[in-house]
T-cell receptor, first 112, second 115 residues
Framework: AQSVAQPEDQVNVAEGNPLTVKCTYS??????LFWYVQYPNRGLQFLLK??????LVKGSYGFEAEFNKSQTSFHLKKPSALVSDSALYFC??????????FGKGTTLSVSS | GAGVSQSPSNKVTEKGKDVELRCDPI?????LYWYRQSLGQGLEFLIY????????KSGLPSDRFSAERTGGSVSTLTIQRTQQEDSAVYLC?????????????FGPGTRLTVL
């Protein structure tokens, strides 16, 4: 069965420090992996996706994610966190011709 | 261009009443999805459409839930005889086609409160 795990409910980081939000997945075949962000009282926004090719994917707002096939991970990263990055982050995997399977989400809190 | 729109943004109803939630996808997107997000929970897949067809209805929680899509565009999610456990934010998304590498674009959601 396809699944996504986000092992941390919350990540706390100080502004200016690097951040990592973890995601591991279990899929059959080649994975299509996504990160979405949800700001308070707003809908989900697409950040980035991995389809194939370069293992380091760059996305919106300075975020990037590293695909690691051997560790079945797709961690979200940013070199220098901003207070405005505080939000709920979802990792997701897309089976072919179906919906997105989401992780449970990780709340990122960036302190000033 | 215009994104995914949903209406109403908020709906308060009494237990036992029927409600209809509407989703207007991005023009040209053939796939449309409904999810439910309960307080403190992740996203729960309900149903998706490819064109006007719904190949997978397995996520609908009960037979009180139904959805339709007409003209390959607007979709309505209907909840009959609402229960308090139906209270949640209902999110709609669309994509160029279903699944695979296509990212989904989400609407702002409809917050449903069943009293």
């Amino acid at each position: 069965a396809q699944s996504v795990a986000q092992p941390e409910d919350q990540v706390n980081v100080a502004e200016g420090n690097p951040l990592t939000v973890k995601c591991t997945y279990s899929v059959s075949g080649n994975p299509y992996l996504f990160w979405y962000v949800q700001y308070p009282n707003r809908g989900l926004q697409f950040l980035l996706k991995y389809i194939t090719g370069d293992n380091l994917v760059k996305g919106s707002y300075g975020f990037e994610a590293e695909f690691n096939k051997s560790q079945t991970s797709f961690h979200l990263k940013k070199p220098s966190a901003l207070v405005s990055d505080s939000a709920l982050y979802f990792c997701a995997v897309s089976p072919l011709l179906k919906d997105l399977i989401f992780g449970k989400g990780t709340t990122l809190s960036v302190s000033s | 261009g215009a994104g995914v729109s949903q209406s109403p943004s908020n709906k308060v109803t009494e237990k036992g009443k029927d409600v209809e939630l509407r989703c207007d996808p991005i023009s040209g997107h053939t796939a449309l999805y409904w999810y439910r997000q309960s307080l403190g929970q992740g996203l729960e897949f309900l149903i998706y459409f490819q064109g006007n067809s719904a190949p997978d209805k397995s996520g609908l929680p009960s037979d009180r839930f139904s959805a339709e899509r007409t003209g390959g565009s607007v979709s309505t999610l209907t909840i009959q005889r609402t229960q308090q456990e139906d209270s949640a934010v209902y999110l709609c998304a669309s994509s160029l086609s279903a699944g695979g590498p296509n990212e989904q674009f989400f609407g702002p959601g409809t917050r449903l409160t069943v009293l």
